[in-house]
């Protein structure tokens, strides 16, 4: 098939969507399928093996300003190819990173709403580069904040299109409520244009199709894939000294502090011997402080190390490193994939009972669920591996051979082809 995927980037953030979406393009080109990757907002950050992409398309700096300005709608193609190079829009994303759904309410609905937004511009000229190219077979728009290209893309391309659905209800409903409300509407009215949707898990195909207002049966299942030998090992899960490992945005939604309040309850309240060590981006300043004045204020510090934002090789000596695993986010996940490299790694994690997480432990027992928000109950959780290393390692060794069995690249490219082919199979008919 020739196939091509419309992708969201975040310039120089690790993004669980994009790593996701990448791992089937992988496994689809492998496969023998062509596929065109058309990174929009920023390029894209790619782990392990290359894949090929156009460049960048609805950039972001092009799209900030022609929000905020009129004149931008009307410059000439050299300036806006001079706003999309790729170098520019990697150091402009280290700032818009650190943007919130609160700031972003008019420019998400503005780009919901295609061609009569202030984007058009933009989407004009994306249009204007599919259509001289190889008409494809399908095209993927990798998340429903994008969906307000798919309306233009079937009244100029007239071909079948696939939406992912990704997280993005949880930025949505973050959003001031004037804007919160015209996104809902705009995403429903685009879902108009779009043939299928397809959801990591069926509880948030659920979700997601109460939240738009779509018909279930539109929505179908593509589980998360990835490259489950690269983090398989031989060496048997750390028990000493027991080390709890956490790798994510920092950011009070991904709930760092219910962690360390958990380590605070173990080491301090129950005198365990135990240590944490935390990677990732820090996106809000203020609560990483907070964090650790509290760690220092506990006298934990030589118990505590953070590592930073880190690349594939030393994701993988952190994720070895374990005893146990936890990101135990305020919110419903919908992929969860540090969790699931975790588990691939052979660490039990430890996991809020929400969104993709009783599904996951459901599938691969690789792990213990906790009241969601709950930093008694996940340091009750951990304590029982402490107690049981025993049980812990045979937690690690199942959800290990479960996850290669269930969440594959290979098998979530095979789930994507069923659902292009038929797709594709419909519009031929």
């Not at 759904?101 to 709403?113: E, Y």
Request: glycine fraction near 10%.
């Amino acid at each position: 098939m020739n196939i091509t995927y419309l992708a969201a980037g975040a310039g120089a953030m690790y993004c669980g969507a994009c790593a996701r979406d990448i791992n089937v393009i992988r496994a689809l080109i492998a496969q023998g399928h062509s596929v065109q990757v058309l990174p929009l907002y920023t390029p894209l950050r790619i782990e392990g093996d290359p894949v090929s992409t156009t460049g960048v398309f609805l950039g972001g700096i092009n799209a900030y300003l022609q929000q905020v300005s009129g004149l931008f709608r009307r410059t000439p193609q050299f300036l806006d190819r001079l706003l999309d190079h790729p170098a520019l829009l990697r150091f402009a994303s280290g700032f818009a990173v650190r943007t919130s759904p609160q700031d972003l309410g008019a420019m998400t609905v503005s780009v919901l709403q295609g061609r009569d937004g202030r984007q058009a511009k933009e989407l004009r000229k994306l249009i204007e580069h599919l259509k001289r190219g190889p008409r494809p077979d399908a095209i993927v728009i990798t998340n429903s904040l994008l969906s307000g290209i798919a309306p233009e893309l079937r009244r100029r391309l007239d071909v079948p299109i696939l939406c992912g659905l990704q997280g993005e209800d949880h930025f949505v409903r973050s959003m001031p409520e004037h804007y919160r409300d015209q996104a809902r509407g705009l995403m429903a009215r685009n879902a108009e244009a779009i043939d299928l949707f397809i959801a990591p898990t069926s509880s948030y195909a659920a979700e997601m199709a109460e939240f738009m207002a779509v018909p279930p049966e539109r929505i179908r299942l593509v589980r998360t894939g990835f490259s489950v030998d690269e983090y398989r090992h031989q060496q048997p899960r750390v028990r000493e000294p027991f080390t709890i490992g956490s790798l994510s945005v920092i950011t009070p939604i991904k709930g760092l502090d219910l962690l360390v309040r958990a380590f605070r309850t173990l080491v301090v309240e129950q005198g365990r011997d135990c240590r944490l060590r935390v990677a990732g981006r820090i996106m809000h300043g203020p609560y990483w402080r907070q964090q650790h004045n509290s760690i220092r204020a506990a006298g934990l510090t030589e118990r505590f190390e953070y590592l930073g934002e880190v690349g594939f090789a030393d994701k993988l000596r952190l994720l070895r490193s374990c005893s146990v695993f936890s990101v135990p986010s305020r919110f419903a996940e919908a992929r969860g994939l540090a969790m699931m490299e975790a588990i691939a790694s052979g660490v039990p994690v430890l996991a809020p009972d929400s969104g993709v997480f009783p599904e996951l432990l459901g599938i691969t027992g690789g792990g213990l669920l906790f009241p969601q928000g709950d930093a008694d109950a996940l340091a009750e959780r951990i304590a029982s591996l402490m107690d049981a290393p025993d049980r812990a390692d045979e937690m690690g060794r199942t959800g290990a051979e479960r996850i290669g069995a269930e969440f594959s690249a290979d098998r979530a490219a095979e789930e994507m082809l069923a659902v292009l082919a038929e797709v594709a199979n419909s519009a031929s008919g």
